[in-house]
């Protein structure tokens, strides 16, 4: 078996560090260099639920794409729930090693495994990377499907490709829009607006959309023109990568000769558990009293 630091170098390799934005805590987070790694699982949050799955199945590294830490801490007592992982991991010989924006600009990265959950034939970078004289690194992932289908096809499409969340696909624009090219960006996505309109897409699959960045878009669209909107949960845009990455993990160890199994944790840890639908139509609201209209005036 190999030691956890040939593993953490391959894994360096395939998601360098000098690569993670200047805010983001990438890498090793505990875990003994010289220790034997026979058992690796992959999952998007590094929460309780996880780490009891890491422990429950013998992994000897876990690897998340969500930091623990990501702005630092000064204890790691397991007062806390991010000190209770920390200790469980350690207590049974457990290493935590995280990629985050360092894969999200990885090629292949983590939109490269959506555009693929969602049937998307890539074809360049959203962001291309400055640095990558190939220009296939970088943030995001715009493609073309095999055939149009209308937004609402496509929604409906891309909802059976992601994994199940009690939020699921949120859809702004005409459902009978013909949707040829996809723009989509795993996670947090609503800063990419300007790029997404740069690169002319039909439409812009990512997540955490909030209402002013959506709202402004969807302003643009009508009047300039601009692509629909699909909001899914961040957990499920970013859920695809960990099977992409431990396929790329499996490669590596068979070229290697290393006896390494990974795994890939199917726990839902998006932190939404129910959806309920509005009730009211907008014509069936009540109407606002003339006092309270005239005092916020």
Not at 175 to 182: D, G, H, L, S
Request: overall charge negative.
């Amino acid at each position: 078996m190999p030691k956890l630091s040939d593993v953490v170098a391959t894994l360096e390799a395939l998601w360098p560090a000098e690569r993670a934005e200047q805010w983001d805590a990438v890498g090793l987070v505990c875990g003994d260099p010289d220790a034997e790694v026979g058992r690796v699982l992959f999952a998007v949050d590094p929460v309780q639920e996880v780490a009891d799955e890491a422990i429950r199945i013998g992994a000897d590294l876990l690897v998340t794409h969500h930091p623990l830490y990501l702005r630092g801490t000064t204890t790691v007592a397991a007062t806390g729930f991010k000190g209770r992982v920390v200790h469980d991991l350690i207590k049974h010989d457990i290493a935590l090693h995280v990629a985050h924006t360092n894969a999200d600009r990885a090629d292949p990265g983590v939109s490269d495994a959506l555009a693929a959950a969602v049937g998307l034939h890539i074809t360049g970078p959203l962001v291309p990377d400055p640095t990558d004289p190939a220009g296939r690194r970088g943030l995001g992932r715009t493609g073309e499907l095999d055939h149009p289908l209308t937004l609402a096809e496509f929604a409906e499409h891309a909802a059976k490709g992601l994994p199940r969340t009690a939020g699921g696909l949120r859809v702004a624009g005409d459902p009978q829009r013909i949707i040829r090219t996809v723009a989509v960006c795993g996670g947090s996505g609503d800063s990419l607006f300007d790029d997404v309109r740069r690169a002319g897409v039909d439409a812009y699959l990512t997540a955490d959309l909030r209402h002013h960045p959506a709202s402004e878009a969807q302003q643009h669209a009508h009047q300039h023109g601009g692509p629909a909107l699909i909001d899914a949960a961040h957990w499920a845009t970013e859920w695809p990568w960990c099977e992409q990455a431990a396929g790329q993990l499996d490669e590596i160890s068979d070229r290697h000769g290393w006896a390494l199994r990974t795994h890939v944790s199917r726990q839902v840890t998006d932190p939404w558990t129910l959806h309920a639908a509005s009730g009211a139509a907008a014509h069936d609201l009540p109407s606002v009293p003339t006092t309270i209209q005239e005092s916020s005036a």
